[in-house]
């Protein structure tokens, strides 16, 4: 085992432990209700095409199609997206990207940065679609992310898996994809999973992390989940999101006490919030 691997399996054997103590994320996590009729408003996502180019440039100068060569399906495309994002620097919680888009954090990266759960996901998004597939970051807040001074939130990302014709998480920072009987699962999924115990619950990983910790540790942030409606290299536009909202919780407006929650849209359907993505032609 290599000291990375040993050290993000001790970090979570750590954070496992603290998380077993009374008030815990694994003491408090319960069913959350959704809203299964989609909304009457119509929520329109946008897309880059594989074929932008700066998609084409990103492509190109990380020889993407040598990470994916050999996979025969959109998960095991995924996986293998996942971990070569993880694997391209180590994490830091408290360093944020001077420029937020997936070339200039990998430029970043080579030189040695170091970055937070963010940066996972963005580089994870621009990647896997500029091979074709679908991808959206995806934010996790905890149930008082309103109040909560620190760690109210983790960033991941969603990938639509079109021989499946669903969602999946795909965490970065940890190169996770969550399974359920061999079935990849969106984080709404999860959650519902880990509240009823599943057996068959685990964990796709290539970098080590064990499935027990890293759920115990995650648990707490399943709460509420936005997405960016605008996803398109460029724009130039502020992005707009959209909130899913457990039935019966409140709109969070703010982040973590002081951090003001703006241009988001709410919504307690969970159809709406994973709508089928339409058919694109893939760049390759």
Not at 45 to 51: E, N, W
Not at 66 to 76: R, S
Not at 206 to 235: C, E, Q, V
Request: charged share 20%.
């Amino acid at each position: 085992m290599n000291f990375h691997r040993f050290t993000r399996s001790f970090v979570l054997t750590l954070l496992l432990l603290a998380c077993q103590w009374p008030g815990s994320a694994q003491n408090r996590l319960k069913t959350l209700e959704f809203e299964k009729d989609p909304d009457p408003t119509t929520y329109t996502f946008q897309r880059s095409s594989p074929g932008e180019p700066y998609l084409v440039n990103l492509y190109t100068s990380y020889a993407l199609e040598d990470i994916v060569v050999g996979k025969d399906t959109d998960l095991a495309k995924v996986q293998a997206v996942c971990t070569w994002v993880h694997n391209r620097w180590e994490h830091n919680g408290r360093n944020e990207a001077r420029k937020p888009d997936p070339i200039s954090i990998l430029q970043d990266a080579a030189m040695g940065e170091q970055f937070q759960c963010v940066e996972y996901s963005i580089v994870i998004v621009g990647a896997l679609t500029a091979l074709g597939i679908p991808a959206r970051p995806l934010n996790l807040k905890t149930a008082d992310v309103e109040t909560r001074r620190q760690g109210a939130g983790h960033a991941v990302a969603e990938a639509w898996l079109r021989d499946q014709q669903k969602w999946v998480m795909v965490d970065g920072q940890w190169d996770v994809v969550p399974m359920l009987n061999d079935v990849p699962l969106n984080a709404v999924e999860l959650q519902a999973a880990l509240v009823s115990k599943a057996p068959g619950l685990q964990i796709a990983t290539s970098s080590g992390t064990k499935s027990k910790p890293y759920f115990t540790w995650l648990a707490n942030y399943l709460y509420y989940f936005d997405t960016t409606l605008d996803t398109r290299i460029g724009t130039g536009t502020a992005p707009s999101g959209l909130m899913l909202v457990p039935t019966g919780a409140k709109n969070p407006t703010v982040f973590q006490h002081d951090t003001p929650i703006s241009r988001m849209r709410y919504t307690h359907s969970v159809t709406t919030f994973y709508q089928p993505v339409p058919s694109l032609t893939a760049l390759k």
